[in-house]
């Protein structure tokens, strides 16, 4: 009889450990009575007999069935319910089972969460940084990193195809999405099409947006192969507030003179940050976000603090 009580005290994992113990035992059942050894003799050049002895593949099949099963059943889970509705070790999972193939990918999994902490880390991380994790080469690395490409490639399709961007505020509502929550530097070019709409931006630099460092005959071959007349320069401070620095504008008046002499006219130098998108043609602040005013705040009083009266 069985003891019902004893059944519902234990715990999920108790059960899954349980669960595991007998499928290993059955699969150990299964190897033994699948290894055959073959009576069939071979002769050698003296004469003496030999028995060629066959093992079989089904303990090495038998475990690739077990992965293969377990990815079934969370990408089925994904799918219907959301990535939402796994752990953040599935949900990296996940992302892995696209990357590698086949095989065991919950330690690596493991691995990449402590050395990145979440998942949002993890795609945002630098091929470099990736690389450093143990099981992750150059070509895993530009693969997981190439996620968050598709992200942004979406979401600039998504709003453009629901709503071509004609106006500015629509426009820094997709740079808010782009670049608020960038861990690295990073600097876009956005074409005004001749009925003003913005051309889908390309990203001159990562890790060090340079201003001065775009060369003249990249920002021509920008405006020759999308037929603009008129650019927005964006680009990012990840760890701080918005507001241009002295070098990002000397850097946005020399380059004003490159886009006349390309023939293109250069319409603003936006700078997103921790507070918000600001205009280096306007010299101000464009958008506040949310928790922008409690941080700019802070910045004015810690500058008064260090101005002598």
Partial sequence: MINTNNFLNKTLKELYIESVAKKSSSVKNKKAETISVSASESTDSTGSKGKN?????????????????HRQRLISTATVAGL??????QAVECLLFLVFPRGDVNP??????????????ILEASVEDLMEVKGINKMSAMK???FLEFFNFYSFEKIKNKNNIKTIGEFYDYLEQLLRYKSEEEMYLFGVSPNGEIVKGRRFAKGNSNLVGIDLHDISLYISSNKVKAVFLVHNHP????IA??????SYEDLQKKFDFAGCKLLDSLIVGKDGIYSSEKRLMQR???EGLEYMQSIIKEIKTKIPL
Avoid: P, Q
Wanted: proline content about 0%.
């Fill in 53 to 69: 002895i066959k093992v079989s593949d089904d303990d090495d099949d038998s475990e690739r069935h077990i992965h293969d099963g």
């Fill in 84 to 89: 939402d509705s796994l752990s953040d070790v």
């Fill in 108 to 121: 690596l999994a493991h691995r990449l969460l402590k050395r990145f902490d979440n998942f949002t880390n």
């Fill in 144 to 146: 997981i990193h190439l």
């Fill in 239 to 242: 760890d701080g507030t918005a």
């Fill in 245 to 250: 620095s002295k070098l990002d504008i000397s």
């Fill in 288 to 290: 506040v976000f949310g």
